[in-house]
Nanobody, 125 residues
Framework: QVQLVESGGGLVQAGGSLRLSCASS????????MGWFRQAPGKGRESVAA????????YYADSVKGRFTISRDNAKITVYLQMNSLKPEDTAVYYC??????????????????WGQGTQVTVSS
C-alpha cells in the first residue's frame, strides 16, 4: 500500500497561484499512476489531473487545462499540482490518490486505492 501526505493548500485571490505537493511512501512504485481529484461543497468528486510514473503521460480535465500542471519527481517520490490563474470555481478540497493499475485512461476514481487527507483550496473573487 501507499501512504500519501498532501500539503500546499490555502486561500488565494483570483488569478493567483498555488502548488500542491503529494509525498508518497510505502510501496510507491507499485502504483501505476497518480491523480488529483477535487470536491466542492454540494458537488461530486471531479478528476483534475493524472500522471503515469513511467513515461509521465498526463491527463487534464477541460476545466483546468492550460492553467494546472501535474508533474512528478521520481527521486523524491512526490507528485505536484501547480495551479495558476486560479478562479473561484476552483475552490474545493483537493485529494491526491495513487492507482496500482488503471482500467482506462484517464483512470476513474475507483482505480485509486490510496488517498491523501485532502487539502482545502479557496479562491476569493
Amino acid at each position: 500500500q501507499v501512504q500519501l501526505v498532501e500539503s500546499g493548500g490555502g486561500l488565494v485571490q483570483a488569478g493567483g497561484s498555488l502548488r500542491l505537493s503529494c509525498a508518497s511512501s510505502g510501496r510507491t512504485f507499485s502504483s501505476y499512476a497518480m491523480g488529483w481529484f477535487r470536491q466542492a461543497p454540494g458537488k461530486g468528486r471531479e478528476s483534475v489531473a493524472a500522471i503515469r510514473w513511467s513515461g509521465g503521460s498526463t491527463y487534464y480535465a477541460d476545466s483546468v487545462k492550460g492553467r494546472f500542471t501535474i508533474s512528478r519527481d521520481n527521486a523524491k517520490i512526490t507528485v505536484y499540482l501547480q495551479m495558476n490563474s486560479l478562479k473561484p470555481e476552483d475552490t474545493a478540497v483537493y485529494y491526491c490518490a495513487a492507482a496500482p493499475y488503471v482500467s482506462s485512461w484517464p483512470p476513474p476514481w475507483t482505480d485509486f486505492g490510496s488517498w491523501g487527507q485532502g487539502t482545502q483550496v479557496t479562491v476569493s473573487s
